[in-house]
């Protein structure tokens, strides 16, 4: 018997992944950098020297390096621990300031006197970048410093899933602190992904995917990976050099290449469309690493949707995040986003639900699995939206309904339940949830209005206490009667029976 390796996942069932980082928690350790931007126009040479002279006419600053990192693992739906240090100056306080905005990354950053903020200045004239000023030190942290972010780490340790090491050589990830932050890392059983600097990966002996560029692998293992077996070849002797699980090899235009311990290798070829600026590309792809294999994602699902991130990131000019809507979009779902933007994911689905509400409009929530759409179907939402101003409606993921009504169903998967939904007219807004019931999903979006069939009771209707709490209230619906899926589906079954 001849035997077949698994078919990888399609975008559908990855998509299903993503849907899940909500639930991964990140502990990012390394270099914090501050990104800036000063950008303007140059249309003459200065007169003291041949160099253009740049107008600003507007600038922006960004979070770098692990900074990115940690902020790219919140945009793609999870929350995220930073660990690193910054200086006791200006661009310290204002990268402090850009992550303390964002409630969804615990900021655990030591500040340092006399250690400058590591800092980097771009200036850009149109699509061009004419300089760029670094403000840094690459000496490694000082004793009581060392000690200092060990001691945030090992705080924060228990309350994540997996951790990153995002080293920019900047002398955070130096020996005082890289060789016992593993073994800490060890004994709490985390798994630990890191981004290397460093020539020597024995460094980072202990971690669990070590994640290098073409460029790093080369330096540390004499190997030229121009072709697929080089690459394997070359994460092989990085793998051995690791002690670890795998090795990531991150090869620019040639995608990524998966060396695991026992097994073979797997290329990914990129799934950049247009490339615009590799900048910080490699922390969002760590990131989204991190975040699938926190979500439960196995190990060659979770570089492919690293890969799917990147591909991303490398469309936007600077350095940028990716969010899990825009993940979606890129898995082929963005067809469920073509009825009006109906389709949402949730930190979506709240700021929508949060904006209607400061309008003024009155917002409903119905929930089902709406396998096959029938009459009773569209008079419940009907119904419903004249009870409100604005109707969501949540799905239930297909494993949600797996679970509900056993291993045959749904008959439709929920991307297409959810065109099909996000075609109706009554319907506003569609959200899924993979829980057995929608509580956590009416708890985040607030509805006024609570709509569910008059088969239940209001003390049945999960959620209702909750919206009749901060005054809202539960509308139930008359159903129509001779009208259900699993009547449908079993008259189905009768009917090819007889044929």
């Known amino acids: 018997m001849t035997n077949h390796a698994p078919e990888p996942p399609n975008d559908r069932e990855l998509a299903g992944v993503v849907r899940h980082f909500g639930r991964a928690r990140v502990l990012v350790i390394g270099d914090a950098i501050l990104d800036r931007y000063r950008i303007g126009d140059a249309h003459r040479l200065s007169p003291e020297a041949p160099i253009p002279v740049l107008r600003p006419t507007r600038h922006h600053d960004t979070p770098g390096g692990a900074a990115n990192v940690a902020m790219n693992v919140v945009t793609l739906g999870g929350q995220a621990v930073l660990a690193g240090v910054i200086g006791d100056d200006d661009a310290g306080r204002a990268l402090a300031r850009l992550l303390q905005d964002d409630a969804r990354i615990e900021v655990a ?7 400058p903020t590591t800092s980097k200045t771009r200036f850009i004239a149109g699509a061009h970048q004419l300089l760029r000023l670094d403000e840094e030190t690459t000496a490694a942290l000082d004793e009581t410093t060392a000690a200092a972010l060990l001691s945030r780490v090992d705080a924060a340790l228990d309350r994540v899933d997996v951790v990153i090491l995002s080293d920019y050589a900047k002398g955070v990830l130096c020996d005082a602190v890289l060789s016992p932050l593993l073994d800490l ?10 981004d290397p600097k460093r020539p020597d990966f024995t460094a980072y002996r202990g971690v669990t995917v070590l994640t290098p560029n073409e460029h790093e692998v080369r330096v540390a293992t004499h190997v030229d990976i121009q072709f697929d077996a080089e690459a394997d070849r070359a994460g092989r002797a990085a793998l051995d050099a690791t002690g670890g699980e795998a090795v990531l090899v991150k090869r620019s235009a040639k995608g990524l290449t998966l060396v695991r311990r026992g097994e073979p290798a797997m290329h990914f070829p990129t799934r950049a469309r247009e490339v615009a600026d590799v900048s910080g590309a490699g922390d969002t792809l760590v990131a989204a690493l991190a975040v699938a294999l926190a979500a439960g994602a196995p190990l060659p699902e979770a570089a492919m949707l690293a890969n799917v991130t990147a591909g991303i990131s490398v469309e936007k000019t600077g350095t940028a995040t990716v969010s899990q809507a825009e993940l979606l979009n890129a898995l082929h779902t963005d067809v469920l986003a ?6 949402r994911v949730l930190e979506e689905a709240m700021d929508l639900a949060g904006a209607w509400r400061a309008q003024g409009l009155r917002v409903g929530f119905a929930n089902g699995c709406f396998d096959l759409i029938h009459p009773g179907h569209v008079h419940l939402l009907t119904r419903a939206r004249m009870g409100c101003d604005r109707l969501i409606v949540a799905l239930n993921t297909d494993a949600s309904v797996r679970r509900l009504k056993g291993p045959t169903r749904p008959v439709q998967n929920e991307d297409a339940r959810a065109i099909v939904m996000a075609s109706l007219s009554p319907v506003d807004m569609v959200v899924l949830f993979d829980e ?21 009771t209001v003390d049945q209707v999960v959620g209702g206490d909750l919206v009749r709490g901060w005054g809202g209230e539960v509308l139930l619906v008359d159903l129509r009667e001779g009208h259900s899926t699993s009547g449908t589906i079993r008259r189905m079954a009768a009917h090819e029976g007889t044929v």
């Open 109 to 115: 950053l030591i500040v340092a006197p006399g250690r």
């Open 185 to 194: 890392i060890a004994g709490r059983g985390k798994p630990v992904i890191a």
């Open 338 to 343: 073509s009825t009006d933007r109906k389709v």
């Open 436 to 456: 057995d019931t929608p509580l956590e999903l009416i708890r985040a979006l607030r509805p006024d209005v609570l709509i569910k069939g008059a088969d239940y």
